[in-house]
């Protein structure tokens, strides 16, 4: 895992739901626009950065690293979205994507720092190792009904379809690189949903 990353204070990203003292950790490209959209449809109020250690019910979604880089792949090269990259950079500066190939999107974020590719693990690792309940995104529909608190469907949101074309050295790349994330969800039990 690349140590230039620098690391996001522990309460970014972190959706506290007062009314369930819930916080919900997720990580860009790892149905974050889900998250907010199930939490909208309870009709609930949220904070986009809690500190996840001062409150008791814990839960970080994570998502499968090369899922989650054919997403990356998907939304921000093949369908042109923006993104802003560096830590000192002007309001209203972003890199343009469009057109870059997965090969060329990998070497660009190890050069680049961006939540949108950065390990799930740098993200929120620290505090999902310590009593956080692990739930797949796959898993979520799942995981939401099961709430107590919970009345209406996990949505889906934001979705992008088709797969990623590339080569067995680049997907060797892709999972070395995010190999902790890939433990920490192949850890997730799918069972406990």
């Known amino acids: 895992m690349s140590s230039e990353i620098s690391r996001l204070p522990a309460k970014a990203g972190w959706q506290y739901i007062r009314e369930w003292d819930m916080v919900v950790g997720v990580c860009p490209k790892c149905g974050s626009g889900s998250i907010r959209a199930a939490i909208d449809a309870e009709g609930l109020e949220y904070w986009h950065r809690a500190d996840p250690m001062e409150v008791s019910r814990r839960v970080f979604v994570v998502r499968h690293p090369l899922d989650r880089?054919?997403?990356?792949?998907?939304?921000?090269?093949?369908?042109?979205?923006?993104?802003?990259v560096?830590?000192?950079?002007?309001?209203?500066?972003?890199?343009?994507?469009?057109?870059?190939?997965?090969?060329?999107?990998?070497?660009?974020?190890?050069?680049?720092p961006n939540h949108h590719w950065t390990p799930q693990t740098v993200l929120h690792g620290q505090v999902a190792q310590r009593e956080c309940r692990i739930v797949r995104i796959e898993d979520m529909n799942t995981f939401w009904h099961k709430l107590p608190d919970s009345t209406h469907p996990f949505p889906q949101h934001n979705r992008t379809h088709g797969k990623v074309e590339y080569d067995m050295e680049l997907m060797d790349e892709v999972l070395n690189y995010y190999e902790d994330d890939y433990i920490l969800w192949a850890q997730a039990d799918p069972r406990r949903g």
């Open 69 to 84: 880089f054919e997403s990356l792949w998907r939304n921000k090269c093949r369908d042109g979205g923006l993104v802003r």
């Open 86 to 112: 560096g830590k000192k950079i002007a309001p209203g500066t972003f890199h343009q994507l469009d057109g870059l190939t997965p090969r060329e999107l990998f070497e660009y974020s190890l050069k680049n």
